[in-house]
T-cell receptor, first 109, second 116 residues
Framework: DAKTTQPNSMESNEEEPVHLPCNHS???????IHWYRQLPSQGPEYVIH???SNVNNRMASLAIAEDRKSSTLILHRATLRDAAVYYC??????????FGTGTQLKVEL | GAVVSQHPSWVICKSGTSVKIECRSL??????MFWYRQFPKQSLMLMAT?????????EQGVEKDKFLINHASLTLSTLTVTSAHPEDSSFYIC????????????FGDGTRLSIL
């Protein structure tokens, strides 16, 4: 599976939108873009995934660039509970989830 | 839905003992279960993948005789750390997946293992 590049950390204020970027310039046509997050001392939690089209669910939105070389996870209104490490992972159908270092999101009042 | 329960949450034991960690999918049947290890300030590292009724597939560098995985049913997988030593102290996390290879993985809350 191709690699992703994410900023080490980002900060946000509570109740403001957060845009978490992910670069994946070597993405292949069969790579799905998955996002997970990990709160302190817990296992990861699935957030969202997509292939080509933008995706929305109750937790977040995923915006995928037209050339698929980058994507952005959007949290519409950050809360203190959203403070976590966010992982952007490329995964081919059936393959394993391989975690990188992710982005540490800090949310302040 | 899709809850994965991991037990125990934490365990402290003496060097040389064996420790068993259970991973259960509570409200679904998991075709595949995964075991990860996470050291402080580091990312998750996949240790092995197991499918119900068959032998686990271990990642390179993971000793299969030390980390015994049993996936006896569609709702239960166990990881046994045999003859544990202080360097095995880590955060062990399991996950389970329903159905095909692009479904989300659902993770347990992890087991913090400390070997004295």
């Amino acid at each position: 599976d191709a690699k992703t590049t994410q900023p080490n950390s980002m900060e946000s204020n509570e109740e403001e939108p957060v845009h978490l970027p992910c670069n994946h310039s070597t993405i292949s046509g069969t790579d799905y873009i998955h996002w997970y997050r990990q709160l302190p001392s817990q296992g990861p939690e699935y957030v969202i995934h997509g292939l080509t089209s933008n995706v929305n669910n109750r937790m977040a939105s995923l915006a995928i660039a037209e050339d698929r070389k980058s994507s952005t996870l959007i949290l519409h209104r950050a809360t203190l509970r959203d403070a976590a490490v966010y992982y952007c992972i490329l995964k081919v159908w059936g393959n394993k989830l391989t975690f990188g270092t992710g982005t540490q999101l800090k949310v302040e009042l | 839905g899709a809850v994965v329960s991991q037990h125990p949450s934490w365990v402290i034991c003496k060097s040389g003992t064996s420790v068993k960690i259970e991973c259960r999918s509570l409200d679904f049947q998991a075709t595949t279960m995964f075991w990860y290890r996470q050291f402080p300030k580091q990312s998750l590292m996949l240790m092995a993948t197991s499918n119900e009724g068959s032998k686990a597939t271990y990642e390179q560098g993971v000793e299969k005789d030390k980390f015994l995985i049993n996936h006896a049913s569609l709702t239960l997988s166990t990881l046994t750390v045999t003859s544990a030593h202080p360097e095995d102290s880590s955060f062990y996390i399991c996950s389970a997946r329903i159905g095909d290879g692009n479904q989300p993985q659902h993770f347990g809350d992890g087991t913090r293992l400390s070997i004295l």
